[in-house]
C-alpha cells in the first residue's frame, strides 16, 4: 500500500535519525498520525496542522508498513484495523467519505449535505478499485460498471474473500462520433474508431470488434507523428465537461453501446454499521439526481450535432 503523498524528502537531523531508528514506541507515535492524514481529509491539512513535514509522513508510513510486518505477536495488526474503523466511523458521523470516481462524474456532490473527498480513477480495472475499497483506503467507487454487464439494480460481488455491492444508477449511451469536416459515410473510415483509455474494458473491446470495428487507443495515436482523422467512442456524460457544439457529427444513427454509471462499497461494512448503509443510500440518491442533470445536457448536446 503506498501513501498518497510522495513529496521529495527533506534532510534534517531528526528525520535522519527516525530513518535509521525503528522500534515498538516509534510505531506507537506515528501510527496514529499516519492513520488521521490517510482516512481523515487531506494529507496536506492534517500534516500542516500537526507541523510535520511531507517526507516525515512519508518515512512513517514506510515504518508502518516494515513493522507491521514484524510485529504479529504485538498484534499491531489489530491496532492498525481499530484506527481505521474508528476513522471511518468520524467521516461518517459527519456525512463524509471519501470516493474514487471517474473522470466524467460531475463534482456536484460537494454541497449537497455531503462533505465528499474525491479522486480520479487511474485505470479501466475495477478490481483495483475494490481493493482500495477492501483495504479500507477508500469508502466506495462512482462510475463506469461496464465490466460487470449489470442489468439489475444491484449486484453482489465476491473479491479476494470480500464481499461488495454494486448498484446501478442510470444507464447511458456511447457515441461514435466524428469531425463534421471529415466524411464517415465509407466503411472504411466509420469503422476505425479511436478509443480512450477510460473505456478500454476488454469485454468493450471485444464487444466492439463483434462490430466489425478496428481500435485504436489514444495512447497508440500519441506516438504516431500523422494519423488520418478517425470517429471517436465518445462517453454521454463526458459531453457537458467538453462541449463540442456544431464542431462534431454522429457516425451511427444509434448508439454503438451502453454503460452503466454506478456506485461500488463494502457489503460487510454497511452491514456491521447501519449509519454506513444509509450515507450509502444518501449518496445514490444524490447522485443519481445529479447524474440526471448531466446527462440531460449531454441530450442537448447531441441534438445541436445531430445525435
Given at each position: 500500500?503506498q ?5 521529495p524528502?527533506h534532510?534534517?537531523a ?11 514506541k516509534?510505531?506507537?507515535?506515528w ?9 481523515s ?8 496542522s500537526s507541523?510535520y ?17 514484524e ?7 489489530n ?9 471511518q466511523?468520524l ?17 456536484l ?7 465528499v ?10 478490481s483495483?478499485s ?6 479500507g ?5 462512482v ?12 449486484k ?15 444507464r ?14 465509407e ?22 470488434e ?25 462517453h ?38 447501519p449509519?454506513f448503509?444509509?450515507?450509502?443510500e444518501?449518496?445514490?440518491n ?10 440531460r445536457a449531454?441530450d ?8
Amino acid at each position: 500500500m503506498q501513501p498518497f503523498f510522495n513529496l521529495p524528502d527533506h534532510q534534517s537531523a531528526k528525520e535522519g535519525a527516525l530513518r535509521k531508528h525503528l522500534d515498538s514506541k516509534m510505531v506507537m507515535r506515528w501510527l496514529p498520525l499516519y492513520e488521521l492524514c490517510l482516512y481523515s481529509g487531506s494529507c496536506n491539512r492534517a500534516a500542516g496542522s500537526s507541523c510535520y513535514s511531507q517526507a516525515t509522513l512519508n518515512r512513517a508510513h514506510r515504518s508502518v508498513v516494515q513493522l507491521l510486518e514484524e510485529a504479529e505477536s504485538k498484534q499491531l495488526a489489530n491496532l492498525l484495523a481499530t484506527l481505521r474503523t474508528t476513522a471511518q466511523q468520524l467521516r461518517t458521523a459527519e456525512d463524509g467519505c471519501r470516493l474514487e470516481v471517474d473522470d466524467f462524474i460531475p463534482s456536484l456532490l460537494v454541497g449537497h449535505g455531503l462533505q465528499v473527498e474525491s479522486w480520479v480513477r487511474k485505470t479501466a480495472d475495477l478490481s483495483a478499485s475494490l481493493v482500495l475499497i477492501g483495504d479500507g483506503i477508500c469508502d466506495a467507487f462512482v462510475g463506469s460498471l461496464y465490466e460487470l454487464g449489470m442489468e439489475d439494480n444491484k449486484k453482489l460481488l465476491e473479491f479476494q474473500g470480500k464481499r461488495y455491492v454494486a448498484q446501478a444508477l442510470t444507464r447511458v449511451p456511447l457515441w461514435g462520433v466524428g469531425p463534421v469536416d471529415v466524411p464517415f459515410n465509407e466503411a472504411a473510415e466509420t469503422k476505425i474508431l479511436s478509443l480512450e483509455g477510460g473505456l478500454s474494458h476488454p469485454r468493450l473491446l471485444r464487444h466492439l470488434e463483434s462490430l466489425g470495428y478496428r481500435i485504436q487507443t489514444t495512447s497508440a495515436r500519441r506516438k504516431e507523428r500523422q494519423y488520418q482523422p478517425m470517429a471517436h467512442l465518445v462517453h454521454h456524460l463526458r459531453l457537458p465537461l467538453q462541449p463540442l457544439s456544431g464542431q462534431f457529427c454522429v457516425i451511427e444513427p444509434k448508439p454503438i453501446d451502453h454503460d452503466v454509471i454506478g456506485l461500488v462499497y463494502s457489503a460487510s461494512y454497511a452491514e456491521e454499521q447501519p449509519y454506513f448503509h444509509s450515507l450509502m443510500e444518501q449518496l445514490a440518491n444524490q447522485l443519481r439526481q445529479t447524474l440526471a442533470e448531466q446527462s440531460r445536457a449531454a441530450d442537448m448536446i447531441m441534438k445541436l450535432n445531430g445525435g
